[in-house]
């Protein structure tokens, strides 16, 4: 199931969060319901930061493909997704995307969901894991 988190935390991430944030024109994201940007500089930064995340849950994945936790991108994945699900749920609740597009907004709200989930799965999985799998890494 750990091998299972990582697999969707990747692909998720890649396909609405980095190849959006990277490679997409400004109009279109602004055609989602994104509100326009004076730059672009720091949404592109972000697209690398999520694909530099990826590289670390990749090696969560692997080692979990060979039955070990691996402590490192494990606690990575819970701090990055704990932290942005509850930033998340707090400025949508406070209404902070109410005026974007209805793409925008439901792409906001999943992305809450997913990333509480994704937190919830590693801790369920991979700290709380079934029995007999080896823990590597720091903190473990």
């Not at 935390?9 to 509100?35: Q, Y």
């Not at 849950?57 to 942005?84: C, D, E, K």
Request: with cysteine.
């Amino acid at each position: 199931m750990l091998s299972a988190v990582f697999t969707a935390k990747i692909a998720l991430t890649v396909v609405f969060w980095c190849v959006p944030l990277l490679l997409l024109p400004s109009a279109s994201i602004e055609s989602l319901g994104f509100p326009p940007q004076d730059s672009y500089l720091f949404m592109r930064l972000l697209g690398w930061a999520y694909l530099a995340l990826c590289v670390g849950y990749a090696f969560g994945l692997q080692a979990a493909r060979q039955g070990v936790r691996a402590a490192g991108p494990i606690w990575m994945g819970i701090v990055s997704n704990g932290g942005a699900s509850i930033l998340l749920l707090t400025f949508g609740i406070g209404g902070a995307w109410s005026s974007w597009g209805a793409l925008a907004q439901g792409l906001m709200w999943g992305s809450a969901a997913a990333t509480g989930l994704i937190a919830l799965g590693l801790m369920v999985f991979g700290v709380f894991g079934a029995g007999g799998d080896e823990v590597r890494g720091a903190g473990a």
